[in-house]
C-alpha cells in the first residue's frame, strides 16, 4: 500500500500538470481561432467594400451611358424608385443648361392621387442613378425625406433663370449634391 499512495500522487500530479497543459494548449488554440475570424472578417469587409465599389462602378457607367445616348422623350416617363424599392414617381419633364447642353434635372411627381395633390421636384441629374437591368431611375431617399424636398407647383415652375439659380442651390443642398 506504501508503494500505491506515491504511484496514485504521482499520477494525480501527472493529470494535473497534462490537464494544465491541455487547457493552456486549448486557450492559445481558441485564441488562435478568434484571431482567424477576426481576419476572415476584415477579409470579408474588404471584399465587400471592393464588391460595392465595384457595383458602385458599374451603376455610374451605365448610368453614364443611358445619360449620355437616351433620348429625352425615352427618359420621360421612367418611373424613380428609391433602393427599397418604393416608387417615387416618373420622369415628368428634363430641365437642360442652355450653355453647356447638359441635363440638369429630372422633373419628377410625386404623392397625390390619380395626378390631384402631387408635388413636382426637380431632381438633380447626379443625384439619379439609371438601373438597365430594370429600366427604372433610383433615387437615393426614402419618401418621407422626398415629401419634404424642395419643390414646386406643376402649375407654377420657375420662370427665369435667376429662380433656376435659387432653387438649384436648395436643391443641390438639400441631395448634397455638389455642383
Not at 55 to 77: C, F, H, P
Not at 91 to 110: C, E, H, N, R, T
Not at 152 to 161: A, C, G, L, Q, V
Request: glycine share 6%; charged share 25%.
Amino acid at each position: 500500500m506504501n508503494k500505491v499512495i506515491p504511484i496514485l500522487a504521482l499520477s494525480f500530479v501527472s493529470l494535473t500538470f497534462v490537464a494544465t497543459v491541455y487547457a493552456t494548449d486549448v486557450q492559445e488554440k481558441q485564441q488562435e481561432l478568434f484571431e482567424k475570424k477576426q481576419g476572415v472578417k476584415e477579409v470579408q469587409k474588404e471584399l465587400n467594400q471592393e464588391l460595392k465599389e465595384e457595383s458602385i462602378k458599374l451603376n455610374q457607367a451605365s448610368n453614364k451611358s443611358m445619360q449620355q445616348v437616351s433620348r429625352a422623350s425615352k427618359i420621360i416617363g421612367t418611373n424613380v424608385k428609391n433602393i427599397s424599392g418604393d416608387n417615387l414617381g416618373d420622369i415628368k419633364d428634363l430641365v437642360l443648361d442652355p450653355d453647356s447642353g447638359q441635363v440638369v434635372y429630372a422633373v419628377v411627381s410625386f404623392g397625390g392621387i390619380l395626378g390631384v395633390g402631387n408635388k413636382v421636384f426637380a431632381l438633380p441629374w447626379k443625384a439619379l442613378d439609371w438601373t438597365r437591368d430594370k429600366n427604372y431611375y433610383i433615387l437615393d431617399v426614402d419618401k418621407t425625406t422626398l415629401s419634404k424636398a424642395p419643390g414646386f407647383d406643376k402649375r407654377h415652375w420657375p420662370d427665369s433663370s435667376d429662380k433656376w439659380d435659387m432653387l438649384k442651390e436648395e436643391i443641390n443642398q438639400f441631395y448634397n449634391i455638389k455642383p
